[in-house]
Nanobody, 124 residues
Framework: QVQLVESGGGLVQPGGSLRLSCAASGFTSDSNVIGWFRQAPGKERAGVSCIRSSDGRTYYIDSVKGRFTISRDNAKNTVYLQMNSLKPEDTGVYYC?????????????????WGQGTQVTVSS
């Protein structure tokens, strides 16, 4: 049974940093994609970044490029999202998800299994 467990959220001031972790278990694959999504208050869930295990390729939405870094430790089956220079508009519940396919995508329909989310609040 696939399980994804996020951690690392919290309250941070604008300009601060957080590192989110996504611990994955219950699947074996030489190549998979893990994505990070966020849902801001009153908005739909939207993709932020994703990474492929086989070659480490990554993808980011424009608004987080240069501020967020996605990485993974395949030995620990854990994916990280380092978030720097945080802005109030980064506030939301952050979810990690396991992709159905091996290509990089941030379409929610391309993800099969989801974690329960971790809250990130950026506020002074």
């Amino acid at each position: 049974q696939v399980q994804l467990v996020e951690s690392g959220g919290g309250l941070v001031q604008p300009g601060g940093s957080l590192r989110l972790s996504c611990a994955a278990s219950g699947f074996t694959s030489d190549s998979n994609v893990i994505g990070w999504f966020r849902q801001a208050p009153g908005k739909e869930r939207a993709g932020v970044s994703c990474i492929r295990s086989s070659d480490g390729r990554t993808y980011y939405i424009d608004s987080v490029k240069g501020r967020f870094t996605i990485s993974r430790d395949n030995a620990k089956n854990t994916v990280y999202l380092q978030m720097n220079s945080l802005k109030p508009e980064d506030t939301g519940v952050y979810y990690c998800a396991l992709g159905r396919y091996t290509w990089l995508s941030l379409a929610s329909a391309h993800y099969l299994n989801w974690g329960q989310g971790t809250q990130v609040t950026v506020s002074s």
